[in-house]
């Protein structure tokens, strides 16, 4: 169900506020929530905030099968150290099926964008047709990509789930500077090989 929410009025009375303020606000919305994370560089930041607001939350994880030790390394430790509430989604199909049929394309291969569908589209629509969430958290920023550009703190999918971006008007900066201030970790090798490039969508916010 769609929620009725104004969010150009809400918009623009965000700018400026505390994410915290902003989450709380949202988690009085519905009891069908969710954020997404996929334990890069600065995900510490968004899932550090939920254990103050809203720590039984369910965190949503597609995980490709193609990350580097270094990120499951951090998803183990922020899992223990928030106690997450993490849900796991992962391809229907193996890594060695999926490399054996379309080796590994690049994005300007015709095979990537079915390559997309198996280790990332598919298992989060999975995980959205599990969760019915009417809210969904997600860290994307202004900058890091022309559609997220074009988005805002509050913004809906297309299947009319309010997206709910806390930290979108947030610099790298001042990520690091929160990330200084709360002793909290960084992930500097995350790699998503569906976006290959951090210009590229991942596909997940295109929806």
């Not at 969710?34 to 607001?53: H, N």
């Not at 990120?71 to 890594?95: G, I, M």
């Amino acid at each position: 169900m769609k929620l009725d929410i104004d969010i150009e009025y809400y918009n623009r009375q965000f700018r400026g506020i505390p994410p915290e303020e902003i989450i709380q606000w949202a988690t009085g919305l519905s009891e069908k929530r969710i954020v997404t994370t996929s334990f890069g560089k600065y995900s510490a930041v968004l899932l550090s905030t939920f254990q103050r607001v809203d720590s039984k939350i369910n965190v949503i994880w597609c995980d490709t099968g193609y990350n580097l030790p270094e990120t499951y390394q951090h998803a183990q430790q922020l899992t223990k150290r928030f106690s997450l509430n993490l849900n796991t989604y992962v391809p229907l199909e193996t890594r060695a099926s999926t490399e054996y049929r379309l080796g590994f394309p690049t994005s300007d291969l015709p095979e990537h964008a079915e390559f997309s569908e198996i280790v990332k589209l598919e298992p989060f629509n999975r995980a959205l047709t599990e969760h019915q969430p009417d809210v969904w958290f997600t860290n994307i920023r202004i900058r890091q990509t022309a559609l997220r550009s074009s988005k805002d703190i509050l913004s809906f999918s297309k299947d009319g789930i309010l997206k709910v971006s806390p930290f979108y008007y947030w610099t790298d900066e001042d990520l690091d500077d929160y990330l200084m201030a709360y002793d909290l970790p960084k992930n500097s090798t995350y790699f998503d090989p569906v976006k290959a490039l951090e210009s590229r969508e991942c596909g997940i916010h295109l929806q």
